[in-house]
């Protein structure tokens, strides 16, 4: 678990051991208090200190994302907000917007699994370069199902492809 202290601090503590750190400085189990379990928010009556829990989430490392359509290929990358001592996950996949699969680009779907303490995982979008002339095209990526975090923002991105092809000549 990873907290951040009023003072500024983050720090890695255990549930357990942060109960007994209350103890130890002579409180007991009754002397904190949950206030806000969806922000984390837990204060130490006893104590002027507040610790705020900072719950690791997966995201889209950037909203936006471009191509070239004769690249190939996109790499898409996720991020984990703060390292965690276990292994967590998330779904992904890839919808139509002005794209479509099978024509502009492969669709894809998957898991990504991130290790304990990785922080960063990435994924390809395989990118058809054809040979007609078009306006940029995008590719709506999503993020679901997060295990063992939270899901943070962006959850969704959109890819861009951007056209390779010239002008017809008339």
């Not at 950037?62 to 690249?71: C, K």
């Not at 502009?104 to 994924?123: E, H, P, R, V």
């Not at 295990?147 to 991105?157: I, K």
């Amino acid at each position: 678990l990873f907290v951040n202290t009023n003072a500024g601090n983050v720090i890695e503590v255990n549930l357990d051991t942060l109960v007994q750190t209350v103890i130890a400085s002579g409180g007991t189990r009754g002397d904190f208090l949950a206030v806000d379990p969806f922000n984390g928010t837990i204060m130490l009556t006893q104590s002027t200190e507040i610790v705020r829990l900072i719950p690791s989430a997966l995201q889209f490392g950037q909203a936006d994302y471009q191509v070239n359509e004769g690249a190939g290929s996109a790499m898409i990358t996720v991020t984990l907000s703060s390292p965690v001592s276990t292994p967590v996950s998330v779904r992904y996949a890839t919808a139509n917007g002005t794209a479509q699969a099978g024509k502009d680009y492969t669709a894809t779907t998957g898991t990504l699994s991130f290790a304990a303490n990785q922080i960063t995982k990435t994924f390809t979008v395989k990118i058809t370069n054809d040979k007609l002339n078009e306006d940029p095209e995008t590719i709506r990526l999503t993020l679901s199902d997060p295990m063992s975090v939270l899901l943070g923002t962006p959850a969704t991105a959109t890819l861009t492809i951007e056209d390779n092809d010239p002008l017809p000549s008339v």
